[in-house]
C-alpha cells in the first residue's frame, strides 16, 4: 500500500517563500512520476508540477520560473520550491506518485498566500 505524506505548507505573504515534502512508503518511488497539484476553493484540481523517474520536469505556466520541482530518491522524496508566490497559488496541494497507470495521493497540506 502506497502512502504519501506532505509537510511544508502555511501562511506566507506575498512575494514569500515555502517548500513542500512528500514522503513515500510503500512503492516503487524510483520508477514512479511524482507530482503537485492544487485545488482552490470553488475550483478543479490541477497539475502544478510534475518530474519523471528520468527527472523530466513539467510546470503549468502560471507556475514557470518561480515553483521547482525536485526529487530524492534515497530519501523516497518530492519537493516542491515555491518562491515568489502570489495570492492566487493559495489552495490546499497534494502530492500524487503515478506508478503503472495507477495514481495514489496525499492527504493535502494547505497553502495561504496573504498579507
Known amino acids: 500500500q502506497v502512502q504519501l505524506v506532505e509537510s511544508g505548507g502555511g501562511l506566507v505573504q506575498p512575494g514569500g517563500s515555502l517548500r513542500l515534502s512528500c514522503a513515500a512508503s510503500g512503492g516503487i518511488f524510483r520508477l514512479s512520476a511524482m507530482g503537485w497539484y492544487r485545488q482552490a476553493p470553488g475550483k478543479e484540481r490541477e497539475l502544478v508540477a510534475q518530474?519523471?523517474?528520468?527527472?523530466?520536469?513539467y510546470y503549468t505556466d502560471s507556475v514557470k520560473g518561480r515553483f521547482t520541482i525536485s526529487r530524492d530518491n534515497a530519501k523516497n522524496t518530492v519537493y516542491l520550491q515555491m518562491n515568489g508566490l502570489k495570492p492566487e497559488d493559495t489552495a490546499v496541494y497534494y502530492c500524487?506518485?503515478?506508478?503503472?497507470?495507477?495514481?495514489?495521493w496525499g492527504q493535502g497540506t494547505q497553502v495561504t498566500v496573504s498579507s
Open positions: 518530474i519523471t523517474s528520468r527527472f523530466d520536469t
Open positions: 500524487n506518485l503515478r506508478t503503472f497507470g495507477v495514481d495514489f
